[in-house]
């Protein structure tokens, strides 16, 4: 693939702030000389006789030859770089002035500053590696657990991309068959033509619908599963996010109506980053802010894949407590008993005729005890009730899922064109359409809309 870029890019590609180091990187065909008028190495060597990919001590120096910061600066030679362009990179004290005005300098010798995402997005226009690995590196660098990060990694090399071109290139054998077997002015095609296209169109549905499914469990592992705590006022939620989180992350008081705000934190349980949710006790309010909290509550409660309903053992249940439990019927969720460390005022046998859940899990938050219980209830609910699993997981994000979702309806349309003998145009055209589709995870097909739109995602410098 040709070398698109033409201009010199850079950033600060570490976090900005103060850390032990920063790095400016720098990318582009002026790399080099942009870094050899501020860089003035250690060594006597000159600029143009520097290493590739060899650590140089030295100093970054300004337009008076002041010292700016005592840098180590490597040269990268294209192509065999991280955007197969020439590259800079000079990793610097990690404070944030010199940082900025080592970019700075770098600025002025003629470079522009980079977009988020672009020294990826060069090494995908650069053809070094395809859209569904630059994907991969944003998700390395979000991955939120273990499981996430070794899922990305294997994302990283390749391995969706491999699945999607055996799929699209099956696709383009049975284009081939029909072309080559198939007269188009005759009606009838044979019936062993027939028999087999229909068995390779299914048989190409079948492996995207296996790669929607480890989807689906990707779309867990990278976002986190958004799960709710919902309660009365006082029961207990933001105790139960303490003890989840194992710190005093929410303010717990005996005054009802004490969480006003969303809180939210995530915590591992066995490789599944799950985004437990805080919320305000839903009662009957007049206080102006905890009806806002309420408010944002519900809202929280519509999106959420799994709710742990709250209820308080040592206090009789309330209009508000059944209320809720009308609320979740549809939702997936499981039901926590709280405080089982007082004295029991409600009746066990009650609640359990009452909620719709099909776990209902005694803990007490203030003492942490039935915290692991309930953890592996969530494992449980998330790997039997969602469908969660390992197998053939990928680190699919929502476009890619969309993207597989819809060549999945293509093949479905080609199934049934067959079978209802529509003229072999009409299956090609729906086959053709899901192969180009399916061009759009590894960005073979992929319009620069969608492109700009994936890059902006990432962040700067990287
Ligand atoms: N004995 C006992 N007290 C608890 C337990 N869990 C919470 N509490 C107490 O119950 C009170 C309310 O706890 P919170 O965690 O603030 O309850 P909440 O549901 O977040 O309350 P709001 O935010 O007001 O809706 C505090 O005094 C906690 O210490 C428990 O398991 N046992
Ligand atoms: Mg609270």
């Not at 006003?260 to 805080?278: A, M, N, V």
């Not at 009806?291 to 894949?305: D, F, N, P, S």
């Not at 997936?332 to 209902?360: F, G, M, S, Y």
Request: glycine share 6%.
């Amino acid at each position: 693939m040709k070398i698109v870029s033409c201009d010199t890019i850079a950033a600060i590609s570490t976090v900005i702030g103060e850390g032990g180091i920063g790095i400016v990187r720098i990318s582009g065909p002026e790399s080099f000389k942009i870094a050899e008028k501020i860089f003035r190495p250690k060594t006597k060597k000159k600029f143009n006789e520097l290493k590739n990919r060899t650590l140089y001590l030295g100093n970054i120096v300004d337009s008076k030859n002041d010292i700016i910061d005592e840098v180590l600066l490597a040269i990268f030679k294209a192509p065999y770089t991280y955007t197969r362009e020439d590259m800079v990179e000079i990793n610097c004290h990690g404070g944030l002035t010199a940082q900025k005005r080592i970019l700075g300098l770098v600025l002025d010798q003629g470079a522009r500053m980079a977009e988020p995402g672009e020294f990826t997005k060069r090494a995908f226009l650069n053809g070094r590696i395809d859209l569904s690995q630059a994907e991969a590196v944003i998700d390395i660098i979000r991955a939120k657990t273990d499981k996430a990060l070794s899922v990305a990694n294997r994302q990283l090399t390749g391995s969706l991309s491999k699945k999607i071109k055996e799929i699209r290139s099956d696709l383009l054998n049975i284009l081939a068959h029909i072309a080559a077997n198939i007269d188009f002015p005759e009606e009838d095609i044979p019936e062993a033509d027939s028999e087999f296209i229909l068995k390779e169109i299914t048989v190409a549905g079948e492996r995207v619908k296996e790669l929607l499914k480890g989807a689906g469990s990707g779309r867990i592992l990278r976002e986190g599963l958004s799960t709710l705590i919902l309660g009365n006022t006082n029961v207990g939620k933001s105790s139960l996010l303490n003890a989840l989180v194992k710190e005093e992350r929410a303010i717990v008081t005996d005054i009802p109506g004490t969480t006003r705000d969303i809180i939210e934190e995530y915590i591992d349980i066995k490789g599944i980053p799950i985004k437990i949710i805080d919320t305000a006790g839903i009662r009957q309010t007049s206080d102006k802010v905890e009806k806002i909290g309420i408010e944002r509550a519900m809202k929280h409660l519509k999106e959420a894949e799994l709710v742990l309903l709250m209820i308080d053992i040592s206090r009789k249940l309330t209009r508000d407590d059944k209320n809720l439990i009308e609320l979740i019927r549809d939702k997936t969720a499981i039901t926590v008993i709280n405080k089982v460390d007082l004295p029991v005022e409600v009746n066990e046998d009650e609640i359990e005729q009452l909620v719709p859940t099909e776990r209902i899990i005694r803990i007490s938050a203030l003492k942490h005890e039935g915290i692991e219980e309930l953890k592996e209830a969530i494992f449980d609910t998330v790997t039997e009730k969602m469908g969660f699993s390992d197998e053939g997981l990928i680190a699919a994000g929502e476009r890619q899922r969309k993207v597989l979702q819809e060549a999945h309806d293509f093949l479905d349309m080609a199934i049934d064109a067959m079978d209802i003998h529509m003229p072999i145009e009409m299956v090609e055209l729906d086959i053709r359409d899901a192969w180009e589709k399916l061009g759009e995870i590894t960005g073979d097909t992929v319009s620069e809309d969608i492109i700009t739109t994936i890059f902006q995602k990432f962040c700067i410098g990287k």
